[in-house]
């Protein structure tokens, strides 16, 4: 069965750095990416890749963030510079199957940014 597990989340100040990582396995996969839910507010996009390496971002993220995946070990990352407090939310891989297709998600990590 299909799997994310995703790490790297935590604790940062204001201008911080965080690396997400999120290794699926059970499928291969064609567009991967990361989303973040706050506290009151719907999921929404943060930053998505396929397999051949195209990226998109929100606008929000735009020169901060940067997704990158390593399609031998099914596993995608997100590094986050110039982390803000706006940026605090529980970040979710998901993935989309390249059969089916079907789409998965991790279990979130907490991403925090406080001074």
């Known amino acids: 069965q299909v799997q994310l597990v995703e790490s790297g989340g935590g604790l940062v100040q204001p201008g911080g750095s965080l690396r997400l990582s999120c290794a699926a396995s059970?499928?291969?996969?064609?567009?991967m990416g990361w989303y973040c839910q706050a506290p009151g507010k719907q999921r929404e996009l943060v930053a998505g890749i396929s397999s051949g390496g195209s990226t998109n971002y929100a606008d929000s993220v735009k020169g901060r963030f940067t997704i990158s995946r390593d399609n031998a070990k099914n596993t995608v990352y997100l590094q986050m510079n110039s982390l803000k407090p706006e940026d605090t939310a529980v970040y979710y891989c998901?993935?989309?199957?390249?059969?089916?297709?079907?789409?998965?998600w991790g279990q979130g990590t907490q991403v925090t940014v406080s001074s």
């Open positions: 059970g499928s291969t996969f064609s567009i």
């Open positions: 998901k993935a989309r199957t390249t059969w089916g297709p079907s789409d998965y």
